[in-house]
C-alpha cells in the first residue's frame, strides 16, 4: 500500500506529533508498505527510506520560533505524482489544509488527526475574539476527511460536542527501551541540577510557550530550598521565562534527544507538567517510563494517563496554591520512590506496535472499502 503523510512538522523539529508519525512510519516500511511524506522544508528529505517532500516554509509572526508551510498548489501534483491508496493529513492547518482540499477534490481516501488544541491557546495570545473562527475552521477541514483521529478519550468527547464526524481515540506508545531507569547518570544529574546533586530535582520537557504555564513552577522554588529545576526544551517563551527564573536553581538546557533525554528523565525526580491545554502529553508516558512520578494538572487527558496517588498527583488548576502545595507533599521521599515504582509499572508493557497497526487497520479499511470508486475517480482526474 501507498501510504501519503502530510504533516505540519516533522523532522528535525523534536514534539509529541513528531515522535508518534516517526515510530510510525518505522512500522508501516517493516511492514512492506511505501510511505511518502510531505512537510515544511527543513532540510530533511530522507526518513528511514521514505521520500520528504519539503514545502517551503515561513516563520508567523506571532510564533517566531519555528517555521510553517502555507498551502500552495503544488500539493495537487505531489498527490497526482505519488497516487497514494491512503492519505493521512496530521494536525491540518496550513499546508495541511492544501492535503485536505486537494485529497478531497482528486477523491483518495482520506485521514486527518488532531493533535494540538490551537482554539484553546488563542487565550494566551489574545486572541481569543478569533476562538469561535477557529473551531469553524478546524472543524471544516476535519469534516472533510473520510476519517478522524485524536490522542484522547477526553478530546474526542470534546470534538464531538463541536461537530465533528467519524471520530476515533489514537492508542497511545512510548519507547520503554530507550525511556527507563537504568539510564540514570551521574554527570547528567549534576548538570541538570546546576551541581546540588543532593536536592530533589523537578523536570519539565517540552515546548517553551505561554500556553505550558511553566512560570508556576517558581513558586515551589520560593517556598522551599530542597528543590532545583531543569527545563529541557525551547520555544518562543524562552528568554521570557530565563528572566522569570533569574536568581533561582534551574537550568535550561535547550532540547535533548535520544539518549541524552532518556538519561535526563531518568537522572530526575519528579516530572512537573504544569499545561491545561494538552490533548495528551506524550512527555508525561516518557516520564513515568523513566520511572518518574507525575505532578499534572487534573485535566481530562491528563486523567486517562495518571492515577492520581499511584503513578502521580494532580492538583487543581482552579485553585492558586494547589500546584506548589501538590510538588511539596514529594519532600517526603518515601512517597516520591513509591509512585516512581508504580509509575514504571504502570507503563512498562507499552511500545509503539499497537498504535501503529490501529492506524494502519484504518489506512486499509479506508482503501480497500473504497478502493473501486477511488480507482475510476482519479483517472477521471488525470
Known amino acids: 500500500m501507498k501510504i501519503l503523510l502530510i504533516t505540519e512538522t516533522f523532522l528535525p523539529s523534536t514534539d509529541g506529533v513528531v515522535t508518534r508519525l516517526t515510530n510510525s512510519i518505522r512500522y508501516f516500511i517493516k511492514a512492506g508498505h511505501q510511505v511518502q511524506i510531505i512537510a515544511p ?92 473562527l477557529l473551531w469553524w475552521y478546524f472543524r471544516k477541514l476535519h469534516n472533510n476527511a473520510d476519517l478522524n483521529l485524536c490522542t484522547s478519550q477526553v478530546v474526542h468527547k470534546e470534538l464531538v460536542e463541536q461537530n465533528f464526524k467519524n471520530l476515533h481515540v489514537w492508542k497511545r506508545g512510548v519507547d520503554t527501551s530507550l525511556f527507563h531507569p537504568r539510564n540514570f547518570h551521574k554527570k547528567m544529574r549534576e548538570t541538570l541540577s546546576g551541581g546540588h546533586t543532593d536536592k530533589k530535582l523537578l523536570l519539565y520537557v517540552g515546548r517553551l510557550a505561554p500556553e505550558k504555564e511553566i512560570e508556576k513552577i517558581k513558586h515551589v522554588l520560593e517556598a522551599s530550598s530542597e528543590f532545583v529545576l531543569a527545563i529541557v526544551g525551547d520555544g518562543p517563551h524562552r528568554s521570557s521565562l530565563e528572566r522569570h527564573f533569574a536568581g533561582t536553581n534551574t537550568v535550561f538546557t535547550g532540547f535533548l534527544h535520544g539518549q541524552a533525554l532518556a538519561e535526563a528523565y531518568a537522572s530526575s525526580d519528579v516530572f512537573v507538567f504544569p499545561s491545561t491545554t494538552e490533548t495528551l502529553g506524550l512527555v508525561i508516558t516518557e516520564a513515568m517510563a523513566s520511572g518518574l512520578p507525575i505532578v499534572a494538572a487534573k485535566s481530562g487527558p491528563t486523567c486517562e494517563q495518571i492515577s492520581d496517588g499511584q503513578t502521580g498527583l494532580l492538583y487543581d488548576p482552579n485553585r492558586k496554591e494547589d500546584f506548589t502545595t501538590t ?48 480507482q475510476v475517480s482519479k483517472k477521471q482526474n488525470k
Open 41 to 132: 522544508d527543513l532540510g530533511v528529505y530522507e526518513f528511514e527510506g521514505a521520500k520528504v517532500i519539503g514545502v517551503k516554509a515561513r516563520r508567523l509572526f506571532f510564533y517566531r520560533s519555528k517555521l510553517f508551510a502555507f498551502p500552495t498548489p503544488k500539493v495537487k501534483k505531489m498527490i497526482r505524482d505519488f497516487d497514494p491508496d491512503v492519505m493521512h493529513v496530521v494536525n491540518p492547518a496550513l499546508i495541511g489544509a492544501a492535503g485536505i482540499y486537494y485529497g478531497k477534490r482528486l477523491n483518495y481516501p482520506l485521514l486527518a488527526s488532531f493533535h494540538t488544541q490551537v482554539p484553546k491557546y488563542a487565550d494566551y495570545y489574545h486572541l481569543s475574539i478569533f476562538k469561535g
Open 327 to 374: 510538588i511539596l507533599q514529594f519532600e517526603d521521599e518515601t512517597l516520591r520512590k513509591r509512585l516512581a515504582k508504580r509509575a514504571r509499572e504502570e507503563i512498562a508493557e507499552m511500545g509503539w506496535d499497537e498504535q501503529s497497526k490501529q492506524v494502519l487497520n484504518f489506512y486499509l479499511q479506508l482503501a480497500g472499502k473504497k478502493n473501486n470508486s477511488y
